[in-house]
T-cell receptor
């Protein structure tokens, strides 16, 4: 039961470097999300996708880009990492559309930008 | 602006105590409210609430929604050390694909 898988789980970057976080889900979910979690701030939505080939901005999109070329994969890119992007990143997916409730989360990717 | 506020931000109790966690919200066109438990890694789903006054229950955990006063509570009775976690509340508006999360309540249950 793979569910939602995120890679890498840990990464340390220097300011200005770029990287991509990969999220893969095997549940045939339409909707996928990238959140970041910082101490005392809960989960904040970065970008989301409501289907293959579509993406939209969330609450805190600046400094990030995303792509959903295949239904099962949702990529989060940092073109030029900044220390403010040090965080734990969670990918999530949902079965149907709105109102279907449960989000399925990956185990998180801890990113440190020095 | 839609928002979800949880209280308290943190709580320390002893095993066997009963705790009540609060979640209030201001959301345009409310659809559902969800509770998640987050231990070391990913949040895991606890409850989804859509109707006022109907209690959802799972073992020692229960939750209820008040759509008039715009809040929900999560109760945990006879707490155990395994209940130690961050509890997240989220609200889903109608016609939206996004959940809005509160900042969470960090619960520590001491032996």
């Amino acid at each position: 039961n793979a569910g939602v898988t995120q890679t890498p789980k840990f990464r340390v970057l220097k300011t200005g470097q770029s990287m991509t976080l990969l999220c893969a889900q095997d549940m045939n979910h339409e909707y996928m999300y990238w959140y970041r979690q910082d101490p005392g701030m809960g989960l904040r939505l970065i970008h989301y996708s409501v289907g293959e080939g579509t993406t939209a901005k969330g609450e805190v999109p600046d400094g990030y880009n995303v792509s959903r070329l295949k239904k099962q994969n949702f990529l989060l890119g940092l073109e030029s990492a900044a220390p403010s992007q040090t965080s734990v990143y969670f990918c999530a997916s949902i079965r149907g559309g709105s109102g279907t409730g449960e989000l399925f989360f990956g185990e998180g990717s801890r990113l440190t930008v020095l | 602006e839609d928002k979800v506020v949880q209280s308290p931000l943190s709580l320390v109790v002893h095993e066997g105590d009963t705790v009540t966690l609060n979640c209030s919200y201001e959301v345009t066109n409310f659809r559902s409210l969800l509770w998640y438990k987050q231990e070391k890694k990913a949040p895991t789903f606890l409850f989804m609430l859509t109707s006022s006054g109907i209690e959802k229950k799972s073992g020692r955990l229960s939750s209820i929604l008040d759509k008039k006063e715009l809040f929900s509570i999560l109760n945990i009775t006879a707490t155990q050390t395994g209940d130690s976690a961050i509890y997240l509340c989220a609200v889903e508006p109608h016609s939206s694909y996004k959940l809005i999360f509160g900042s969470g309540t960090r619960l520590l249950v001491r032996p």
